[in-house]
Nanobody
Framework: QVQLVESGGGLVQAGGSLRLSCAASGSTFSINAMGWYRQAPGKQRELVAAIKSGGSTDYADSVKGRFTISRDGVKNTIYLQMNSLKPGDTAVYYC????????????WGQGTQVTVSS
C-alpha cells in the first residue's frame, strides 16, 4: 500500500503563488509516476500535472507556463509550484501515484484546498 498526504494549500489573492507538497509513504519503491488532480465544486476531477519515472512531465493546457511539477526521490515527495494563480484555480488538489505493474493512478491523497480570491 501507498499513502499520500498533501499539504501547502490555503487562501491566496489572484496573482499570488502557492507550493503544494505530497509526501508518499508505505511501498514507495513501487511508484513509477505521480501527479496532481484538482476538483472544483460541481466539476469533475481533472488532471493538472504529472511526472513520470523518467522525469518527463505533462500539464493541462490551462496551467501551462504557470504551474511546475517536481519530484524529490530521496524524500518520496512531489511538489506543485503554482504561480500567477487565478480564481479559476480554486479547487481541492489531490496527489496521485501510479504503481509499477498497475494501470493508471492507483492511490490518492485526501486533498488540500486551494482558494484564490478575486
Amino acid at each position: 500500500q501507498v499513502q499520500l498526504v498533501e499539504s501547502g494549500g490555503g487562501l491566496v489573492q489572484a496573482g499570488g503563488s502557492l507550493r503544494l507538497s505530497c509526501a508518499a509513504s508505505g511501498s514507495t519503491f513501487s511508484i513509477n509516476a505521480m501527479g496532481w488532480y484538482r476538483q472544483a465544486p460541481g466539476k469533475q476531477r481533472e488532471l493538472v500535472a504529472a511526472i513520470k519515472s523518467g522525469g518527463s512531465t505533462d500539464y493541462a493546457d490551462s496551467v501551462k507556463g504557470r504551474f511546475t511539477i517536481s519530484r524529490d526521490g530521496v524524500k518520496n515527495t512531489i511538489y506543485l509550484q503554482m504561480n500567477s494563480l487565478k480564481p479559476g484555480d480554486t479547487a481541492v488538489y489531490y496527489c496521485t501515484a501510479a504503481i509499477v505493474g498497475g494501470v493508471g493512478y492507483n492511490y490518492w491523497g485526501q486533498g488540500t484546498q486551494v482558494t484564490v480570491s478575486s
